[in-house]
């Protein structure tokens, strides 16, 4: 048993490295290019160009399932937090979490406020949320700034991790979480990303099975009489083609699964209806109609 586990360790270790690695040349491939860009390219010019054929298709129609908030939903004080995955910068446009809250920000416009995060900063994220609650920044959360406040936290692999510390975090403050997804959730050290906390209304995680790294396949309410699970759905890559051209070859060669459910337009679709259906206060996203968009 202790050879297993130390097999599986082990494993984990040179999937995690293989993706470090494969980013970090990402990085440094995009470093060369933005210092080989002219004066006259804008950073706006530099985004378009780091826009790539997987997030075109992950993102084709996922705006169809977002819809402008009404009147009572913009009074309300709406912050949504996205994390990354492994050691991708939250700047990266080439990921679709990044991408996914520019989207967000457009059709929700000044009716919400959101932002990614690396998952290695999520003291800065409790602080950014914290500060976004104290609506009067006088430095106190009152109990009416605390019932305003819709929060949402989504993220990939580690960045899913994250999400479920950080809302547990919120709940040691006495803070309400509307929602936090979980794409294919690989647990940090030191964190457990299996039991979604009392303050958290509806949770759902999205998984697969396959590669070097592969997500949590179940999580549990600590107080189901508190928090709605809207389901563990298990996605499956066998006979299914997903760009997963984001990443270098390396990545995608030793661990492609973990990174088409991040690339999956159908997870993506899914985590749009469900933001959009509780943010308008509209008919909730239940488990059945859920798995009725993910069947292939």
């Not at 084709?60 to 910068?89: C, E, K, M, Y």
């Not at 446009?93 to 457009?106: D, G, S, T, W």
């Not at 990545?251 to 679709?269: G, Y």
Request: proline share 4%.
């Amino acid at each position: 048993m202790a050879t297993n586990r130390r097999k599986k360790t082990l494993t984990a270790a040179l999937a995690i490295c293989v993706t470090c690695l494969g980013t970090a040349s990402a990085q440094l491939a995009s470093s060369r290019q933005l210092s080989a860009l002219s004066s006259n390219d804008s950073i706006v010019a530099l985004r378009e160009k780091a826009r790539n054929k997987p997030l075109q298709e992950a993102f084709q129609s996922v705006s169809l399932r977002l819809h402008p908030l009404d009147d009572r939903a913009t009074a309300r004080n709406i912050i949504i937090i996205g994390f990354v995955g492994g050691f991708v910068s939250d700047d990266d446009v080439k990921h679709p979490e990044v991408q996914f809250a520019a989207l967000l920000r457009n059709t929700y416009s000044s009716g919400i406020h959101t932002e990614v995060f690396s998952n290695h900063h999520g003291k800065e994220a409790l602080h950014r949320v914290l500060q976004r609650v104290d609506l009067n920044g006088d430095g106190r959360i009152s109990d009416s700034e605390k019932e305003q406040a819709d929060i949402v936290i989504y993220g990939h692999s580690w960045g899913a991790s994250q999400t479920v510390t950080l809302a547990r975090a919120l709940g040691e403050q006495g803070l309400p979480v509307l929602l936090t997804i979980q794409v294919d959730s690989v647990r940090k050290p030191g964190q457990e990303d299996s039991i979604i906390t009392p303050n958290v209304k509806n949770a759902i995680n999205f998984y697969q099975t396959k590669g070097l790294i592969h997500g949590r396949s179940t999580i549990q309410a600590a107080d189901p009489t508190q928090t709605r699970i809207l389901g563990n759905f298990q996605m499956d890559y066998r006979n299914r083609r997903i760009n997963c051209d984001n990443y270098p070859w390396l990545a995608r060669h030793f661990d492609k699964p973990h990174h088409k459910i991040e690339n999956d337009p159908r997870v993506w679709n899914q985590i749009a209806s469900g933001i959009d259906s509780e943010l308008s206060k509209t008919t909730p996203m239940v488990a059945g109609s859920v798995q009725s968009e993910l069947m292939p």
